[in-house]
C-alpha cells in the first residue's frame, strides 16, 4: 500500500498546504533548458552567440569562431572581452579630474560635481577623462577561409549553415559548406580560465583552405568599440614572445598597457606572424582534424593554454553544476502560448547574465561583448544585473561582485566624493571603472538611487545566510553606505522636514538636477535602506544610529496630486508634460522593486499604475522598465497585467534568438532587461515577505512549476 495517504495527512495536520506537495516531483531541468538551445540557419548579424565564464566572454558567428566581424559590427559585435582588459591613452595635455568639476548651488551652499564641462579646454579633458579608461577588445580569433580560386570567402559564400547552442553545457556547435565542402566546428568557453576552445573538423584543411587566424585590433575610446579597427598599426606592438611544439606565446602592448594571448594546439600545425597584427595557425598536410585554445591574461603564464578536450569537460561540468543549483521555473504545463516564450527567456536569461556578470566586478550593460559607454560599470544598473542571483538561490554568484566595493581603491574614491560634497560615509557613484574612479557625467552624477543598492544586496545575502560572519562581512560597508544617506538629506526647519535634493536627478532622467527634489522611488528607496541599516546594527547588539533615526522620523511625505504619486514633487506637471512621460516610469518601483513601508498607499499605487499602463509613451523605455512593471503589477494583485508587462510588445521589450535584449542599433544588446526579467519572474512564483498567495504574479489560468526561488523582501 502506497505511503502517500499518510504523508498527505501529516502534512495537512502540520499546516503545509496541499500545493506544495504537488511540487515534490522536481523538474527535469535539463530538459527545461535544452528546450531552449538557441538554432541559427543565418547570417542574422543580431543573432552572434557567446561562450564565457562572467568575467570572460568571446562571442562567434556563424562559423563558430570570429570570421567575419565587418559583417557583425552594425548587429551584436563579436567581441573578446574580460574584467581586467582595460587601457588608457597617455595623458599627453595633462589633463585633470580638476577640471570636470562645477559648482552647484543647492540649498544655501556650494557643491562641486563632476560633469560634461563645455569649456573650452575643459571640455577636451572632461572627453579624456570619460574615455579613459576603456575596456579593451582583446583579440579576434576567426578562419582564414580560401574558396576554390584562392580568393578569401565572405560571409556570403557559406551555405548549409546551422549553428546551436546549448546553455546546459555552453558548447556551440556550428556547421557549413564551402563550395560544397562541410566544416563542423565545437566552441567552449573554459570556466576558471580566460580561454575559449575549439575543433574544427574539415577537408578544407588537406587543401590548405582554412586557417586560424588571431588577430589584435586597436582600441578606439569612443562610446562603443566593435574591436574592427586596424588602421593604426604603428601606434601598437605584437609579436611572438615564445613558441614551442604544440604552442605559443603572443604578446600585445599599446602603450603602458601589455597582455598575452597564449595559443595552444594538439594536432600539426605552425604559427606564423601574418599581415600587421595577425598571427595565422596553418594545419599540416593531411589533417583533417584541429582542436586549439586560446587563453588571453595580463601577464605571461608559465602553463600552456587547457586543451580543447579540458575546456569542454570543464565547460560540461560547470555549466550542468550552474543549471543543478538555485532554482527553475517550468511553464510547458500552460496552454497560453505566451508561456514558451516567457520561458525560452528566463533559460536564456539566466545563462547570459551567468556568462556576461557574474565577475568580480560589477558589469557594464552590455556586458563582454561591446562596449557601451566606453566600457564603463554603472552601479545604478548593479541592481538590475545582479540582485536575481540572490533570488535565484545563486547568492554566491552576487557575492563575487560586492568584494569590488570592499576594495580600498574603490572606497577611497567613494569616500572621497563625499567628503568632497561635505556629506559624510561613502557616495557610490553612477559611472565607474575597475578602480572605483568617478565618470564626469552631466546625469550620472546626480544620480542617488544606487546609493542603497549595496545594503539590499547584503540583506539578500543575509535572508540566505542569516548568520554572524555575514554581518560581521558586510557591516561596515553597510553602514558607511547609510552614513552618506543620513547626511545627504536637506531639512527644511519651515516644514519641519528633510528632503530628497534639491540636485538629484531620478531614476526617471528626465528632470533638471538643480529644481528636483522628493522623487518617490528614491524617497522608499532611502526609508527602507536607512530601517535595514539600523536593523543590521539590531541583529548585533549594537544600539539604533540616532542620526539615521532622525532622517527616519521626518523624512519628506511621498508627493502626490489627483489621487496619485507624482514623479517628484518638484513636477506637478508629470502626467501632462508629454517630456515626463518617457524614459523610466520609475514612481512604479515605489511598490514592486520596493516591499510595502508603509509610505505607499496600496489604493493610489493602484490609480498610479494604471494611469501609467494607459497614458505612458511606452516606445520611449528601457528594457527593465517592463520587469519593473511587472513587479508592481504582482504587488498589486494583478497577476495577468504583471505577464502583459513582461511580454509588452515595444521594441525595447525584444529578446533575440541568442536571448539577449535588444534596444537599439548602437544598444543592440542589454543586460539589465535580462536580469530583470528574473527577477521579476521570481516575485511573481515565490512572492514576498507577507504574501500568503501562491504564485502571486501568474495568471490563475496558468499552470507553472518552480523550485529553489526565494522571497523579495
Same mark, same amino acid.
Given at each position: 500500500m502506497s505511503s502517500l495517504p499518510k504523508i498527505l495527512s501529516y502534512l495537512l495536520l502540520a499546516g503545509v498546504s496541499t500545493p506544495l506537495v504537488a511540487q515534490q516531483k522536481p523538474i527535469n531541468r535539463q530538459a527545461l533548458v535544452e528546450r531552449h538551445r538557441v538554432i541559427i540557419t543565418n547570417t542574422d548579424t543580431l543573432s552572434s552567440l557567446s561562450?564565457?565564464?562572467?568575467?570572460?566572454?568571446?562571442?562567434?558567428?556563424?562559423?563558430?569562431?570570429?570570421?567575419?566581424?565587418?559583417?557583425?559590427?552594425?548587429?551584436?559585435?563579436?567581441?573578446?572581452?574580460?574584467?581586467?582588459?582595460?587601457?588608457?591613452?597617455?595623458?599627453?595635455?595633462?589633463?585633470?579630474?580638476?577640471q570636470s568639476l562645477r559648482e552647484v548651488e543647492l540649498n544655501g551652499r556650494n557643491v562641486p560635481y563632476a560633469v560634461q564641462v563645455k569649456t573650452p579646454g575643459n571640455k577636451e579633458a572632461v572627453d579624456y577623462l570619460r574615455a579613459n579608461p576603456h575596456r579593451l577588445q582583446l583579440g579576434n580569433l576567426g578562419f582564414v577561409l580560401l574558396k576554390k580560386?584562392?580568393?578569401?570567402?565572405?560571409?556570403?559564400?557559406?551555405?548549409?549553415?546551422?549553428?546551436?547552442?546549448?546553455?546546459?553545457?555552453?558548447?556551440?556547435?556550428?556547421?557549413?559548406?564551402?563550395?560544397?565542402?562541410?566544416?563542423?566546428?565545437?566552441?567552449?568557453?573554459?570556466?576558471?580560465?580566460?580561454?575559449?576552445?575549439?575543433?574544427?573538423?574539415?577537408?578544407?584543411?588537406?587543401?590548405?583552405?582554412?586557417?586560424?587566424?588571431?588577430?589584435?585590433?586597436?582600441?578606439?575610446?569612443?562610446?562603443?568599440?566593435?574591436?574592427?579597427? *586596424?588602421?593604426?598599426?604603428? /601606434?601598437?606592438?605584437?609579436?611572438?614572445?615564445? #613558441?614551442?611544439? @604544440?604552442?605559443? &606565446?603572443? +604578446?600585445?602592448?599599446?602603450?603602458?598597457?601589455?597582455?598575452?594571448?597564449?595559443?595552444?594546439?594538439?594536432?600539426?600545425a605552425t604559427l606564423a606572424a601574418g599581415k600587421a597584427h595577425e598571427f595565422v595557425l596553418t594545419p599540416g598536410k593531411g589533417e583533417k582534424v584541429l582542436e586549439f585554445s586560446c587563453r588571453f591574461s595580463p601577464r605571461p603564464r608559465p602553463?600552456?593554454?587547457?586543451?580543447?578536450?579540458?575546456?569542454?569537460?570543464?565547460?560540461?561540468?560547470?555549466?550542468?553544476?550552474?543549471?543543478?543549483?538555485?532554482g527553475a521555473v517550468d511553464f510547458s504545463g500552460t496552454?497560453?502560448?505566451?508561456?514558451?516564450?516567457?520561458?525560452?527567456?528566463?533559460?536564456?536569461?539566466? *545563462?547570459?547574465?551567468?556568462? /556576461?556578470?557574474?565577475?568580480?566586478?560589477?558589469? #557594464?550593460?552590455? @556586458?563582454?561583448? &561591446?562596449? +557601451?559607454?566606453?566600457?564603463?560599470?554603472?552601479?545604478?544598473?548593479?541592481?538590475?544585473?545582479?540582485?536575481?542571483?540572490?533570488?535565484?538561490?545563486?547568492?554566491?554568484?552576487?557575492?563575487?561582485?560586492?568584494?569590488?566595493y570592499a576594495r580600498p581603491d574603490v572606497q577611497a574614491v567613494a569616500r572621497g566624493i563625499a567628503k568632497r560634497q561635505g556629506y559624510e560615509g561613502v557616495r557610490w557613484q553612477k559611472m565607474t571603472d575597475p578602480w572605483g574612479q568617478e565618470g564626469p557625467s552631466s546625469v550620472g552624477a546626480f544620480l542617488i538611487w544606487q546609493q542603497p543598492h549595496f545594503i539590499y544586496f547584503a540583506e539578500e545575502i543575509y535572508r540566505q545566510r542569516p548568520n554572524a560572519a555575514t554581518l560581521k562581512l558586510y557591516q561596515a560597508r553597510v553602514s558607511a553606505t547609510a552614513d552618506f544617506m543620513a547626511s545627504y538629506p536637506f531639512f527644511e526647519k519651515d516644514k519641519d522636514r528633510y528632503i530628497l535634493g534639491k540636485g538629484v536627478i531620478p531614476a526617471q532622467e528626465r528632470f533638471k538636477a538643480e529644481e528636483t527634489f522628493n522623487p518617490t522611488f528614491e524617497l522608499v528607496y532611502w526609508n527602507w535602506a536607512l530601517n535595514t541599516a539600523q536593523q543590521w546594527r539590531v541583529r548585533q547588539g549594537q544600539p539604533r544610529n540616532p542620526k539615521?533615526?532622525?532622517?527616519?522620523?521626518?523624512?519628506?511625505?511621498?508627493?502626490?496630486?489627483?489621487?496619485?504619486?507624482?514623479?517628484?514633487?518638484?513636477?506637478?506637471?508629470?502626467?501632462?508634460?508629454?517630456?515626463?512621460?518617457?524614459?523610466?516610469?520609475?514612481?512604479?518601483?515605489?511598490?514592486g522593486v520596493m516591499p510595502a513601508t508603509g509610505q505607499v498607499d496600496p489604493a493610489t499605487m493602484r490609480r498610479t499604475f494604471d494611469l501609467i499602463w494607459k497614458d505612458w509613451s511606452w516606445d520611449k523605455t528601457w528594457g527593465w522598465d517592463f520587469p519593473m512593471t511587472s513587479m508592481t503589477a504582482t504587488r498589486l494583485g494583478l497577476p495577468d497585467r504583471?505577464?502583459?508587462?513582461?511580454?509588452?510588445?515595444?521594441?525595447?521589450?525584444?529578446?533575440?534568438?541568442?536571448?539577449?535584449?535588444?534596444?537599439?542599433?548602437?544598444?543592440?544588446?542589454?543586460?539589465?532587461?535580462?536580469?530583470?526579467?528574473?527577477?521579476?519572474?521570481?516575485?511573481?512564483?515565490?512572492g514576498y515577505d507577507g504574501c500568503k498567495e501562491e504564485n502571486p504574479g501568474i495568471p490563475k489560468g496558468w499552470k507553472v512549476r518552480w523550485e529553489g526561488l526565494s522571497k523579495m523582501p
Open positions: 561562450v564565457g565564464n562572467g568575467a570572460f566572454a568571446f562571442t562567434a558567428d556563424v562559423t563558430g569562431l570570429q570570421t567575419f566581424p565587418t559583417y557583425y559590427e552594425k548587429g551584436v559585435p563579436l567581441g573578446t572581452q574580460s574584467e581586467w582588459g582595460w587601457h588608457t591613452f597617455p595623458n599627453t595635455q595633462g589633463y585633470k579630474f580638476e580560386n584562392g580568393q578569401e570567402a565572405t560571409i556570403k559564400d557559406l551555405r548549409d549553415i546551422r549553428q546551436e547552442l546549448n546553455p546546459w553545457t555552453g558548447e556551440l556547435k556550428s556547421h557549413f559548406t564551402l563550395d560544397n565542402v562541410p566544416v563542423d566546428v565545437v566552441t567552449v568557453g573554459h570556466q576558471q580560465e580566460d580561454a575559449v576552445a575549439a575543433r574544427v573538423e574539415s577537408d578544407l584543411m588537406k587543401s590548405g583552405r582554412l586557417k586560424v587566424g588571431l588577430r589584435f585590433p586597436f582600441p578606439t575610446a569612443s562610446w562603443s568599440d566593435m574591436g574592427t579597427d *586596424y588602421s593604426h598599426s604603428d /601606434q601598437h606592438k605584437s609579436t611572438i614572445a615564445d #613558441q614551442k611544439k @604544440g604552442t605559443a &606565446l603572443i +604578446s600585445h602592448q599599446l602603450d603602458t598597457t601589455k597582455y598575452y594571448a597564449s595559443l595552444s594546439w594538439q594536432q600539426s602553463t600552456a593554454a587547457p586543451t580543447f578536450a579540458a575546456t569542454r569537460q570543464n565547460s560540461q561540468q560547470q555549466w550542468g553544476a550552474f543549471w543543478r543549483s538555485g496552454t497560453d502560448p505566451r508561456a514558451r516564450e516567457l520561458e525560452r527567456r528566463v533559460v536564456l536569461s539566466q *545563462y547570459l547574465t551567468k556568462l /556576461q556578470g557574474a565577475g568580480s566586478q560589477p558589469p #557594464q550593460e552590455t @556586458g563582454l561583448v &561591446l562596449n +557601451s559607454w566606453y566600457g564603463r560599470p554603472h552601479l545604478e544598473m548593479h541592481w538590475w544585473h545582479s540582485a536575481h542571483f540572490a533570488l535565484w538561490g545563486r547568492p554566491a554568484l552576487l557575492e563575487k561582485s560586492l568584494t569590488w539615521w533615526d532622525a532622517v527616519l522620523q521626518k523624512l519628506s511625505k511621498l508627493p502626490q496630486a489627483n489621487g496619485v504619486y507624482l514623479a517628484t514633487e518638484s513636477a506637478p506637471d508629470s502626467y501632462t508634460n508629454p517630456e515626463f512621460k518617457t524614459d523610466h516610469p520609475s514612481v512604479l518601483a515605489a511598490l504583471a505577464v502583459d508587462a513582461l511580454l509588452m510588445k515595444v521594441q525595447t521589450n525584444t529578446y533575440l534568438p541568442s536571448g539577449h535584449n535588444y534596444q537599439e542599433g548602437r544598444l543592440p544588446i542589454y543586460l539589465p532587461g535580462n536580469g530583470g526579467l528574473l527577477a521579476a519572474v521570481a516575485l511573481m512564483c515565490a
